[in-house]
């Protein structure tokens, strides 16, 4: 193999791993992907995947390839869309043309849901948790357009502000205020219960799961980093309630 194609090569896993942790895989995941793929194709690859960057090299050639990750929205898609070519290159079932072709077409891919789709999603998650409470039939109907007005807001916010955190705040204020005022007005039997549930599109689910599961791994850097975000987040989601719910009595005992 000339050193052309090794490069090409290097070049591919750095993108398949900058497409795997820029969408929510762990780092474990990323660099054993990486790494395998880079044996299937018949270069030795060593791969460190980092919160913001992942270093590939080989045996032999000793320039690293340093790809620069910048994580945010997330399509868990892509992840299992790489996996499922990395299996499939690994087990002989596809060439490396067929690889490369079909790596740069997940990552060129901005397949998003639409709108009613993520409505219909954000009332669902609401009210799920709702039937674990054992909630009343009021608090249970109000808990989906609580979740979904409170989703909306965080989207709209997210739009038109790009400061990390804020967007979260917002949706949780909002829920904490509409929850507020609806017990507040008599409508809503228990505001906590309204809040706690309407609260789950917000969730960091997964930056939580994957903290969780580097820290296990033992990777501890990038687990710390997914902990500090997640903590961050849910500080945030939880100052927005705060005030919320504050605004929300004074407004609704002033009806």
């Known amino acids: 193999m000339n050193s052309t194609q090794e490069k ?14 820029e969408n929510g895989a762990e780092t474990g995941r990323v660099e054993g992907t990486v790494e395998y793929i880079g044996k299937a194709a018949g270069v ?9 960057a992942i ?32 299996r499939e290159f690994t ?12 790596v740069h077409r997940v990552n060129a891919r901005r397949q998003d849901y639409s709108w009613p789709v993520k409505i219909f999603g954000a009332g669902l998650v609401s009210v799920a948790p709702m039937l674990a409470f054992h909630a009343t039939w009021s608090d249970l109907a109000w808990a989906a357009p609580v979740g979904i007005i409170g989703y909306l807001a965080a989207q709209w916010t997210g739009h038109v502000n790009k400061v990390p955190y804020i967007a979260v705040g917002v ?11 609806l ?8 505001a906590n219960e309204i809040v706690v549930s309407a609260l789950m599109p917000l969730v960091p689910g997964v930056a939580i799961t994957n903290s969780l599961r580097e820290l296990i791994a033992r990777h501890t850097i990038s687990g710390l980093v997914r902990v500090v975000d997640a903590i961050m987040t849910a500080g945030a989601i939880g100052a927005g309630v705060v005030l919320g719910s504050i605004f929300g009595r004074l407004l609704g005992g002033g009806f």
């Open 8 to 21: 090409d090569i290097i070049d591919l896993c750095g993108l398949v791993g900058k497409i795997l942790l």
């Open 44 to 52: 030795d690859v060593s791969c460190h995947a980092a919160m913001t």
């Open 55 to 86: 270093f590939v090299d080989s045996n032999t050639d000793p320039t690293t390839h340093l790809v620069k990750v910048r994580t945010g929205d997330f399509d868990l898609r892509k992840v299992d869309a790489i996996n499922t070519l990395s």
């Open 91 to 102: 087990a002989g079932k596809i060439d490396y043309a067929q690889l490369k072709h079909s």
């Open 171 to 181: 949706g949780g204020l909002v829920i904490g205020l509409l929850a507020s005022f």
């Open 183 to 190: 017990q507040a007005c008599g409508l809503g039997n228990s």
